[in-house]
């Protein structure tokens, strides 16, 4: 009921006020609509044909290449066993010094995990509520 009140409204209010510029204002703001529309069509349409044009020229280059696919996989496949040969090439068998920073950060992280159990941690959320409910008390 109140919709079709407001509604009633609304129409009474243009007729009344048809004559300062409403009209032409809702004119305008429907052609504006309308050009938005068109220019977003027309970019959707420059874009189709972009992606288009590029798809065409990718399947004109692949079939321009295709018979050097072959040769490009053995090239590839060099390439790969370069970098895997480099990489193996630089490996060393761990020296004592990194059993002991293994074994170090192994206790460091135990320590660590033995400081934040769960009782640990609301103790310290207990002292910082206290401690921001004390400044606040010393403000006021």
Not at 80 to 105: M, S
Request: charged share 20%; hydrophobic share 45%; glycine share 8%.
């Amino acid at each position: 009921m109140q919709e079709q009140q407001l509604t009633c409204n609304c129409a009474l209010w243009l007729r009344e006020n048809a004559g300062d510029g409403v009209v032409e204002a809702l004119f305008g703001l429907y052609a504006l609509l309308f050009l938005l529309f068109v220019v977003g069509i027309w970019g959707h349409h420059s874009l189709s044909q972009a992606l288009l044009n590029s798809e065409k020229r990718l399947n004109d280059l692949a079939a321009e290449h295709s018979p050097n696919l072959a040769d490009f996989a053995d090239e590839m496949r060099g390439v790969v066993q370069d970098i895997v040969e480099d990489t193996l090439q630089g490996l060393e068998p761990p020296r004592a010094i990194d059993h002991i920073f293994g074994a170090l950060a192994q206790m460091i992280q135990a320590r660590t995990m033995q400081m934040m159990n769960p009782q640990n941690v609301l103790g310290v959320a207990q002292g910082v509520v206290e401690q921001i409910m004390d400044n606040d008390q010393e403000n006021v």
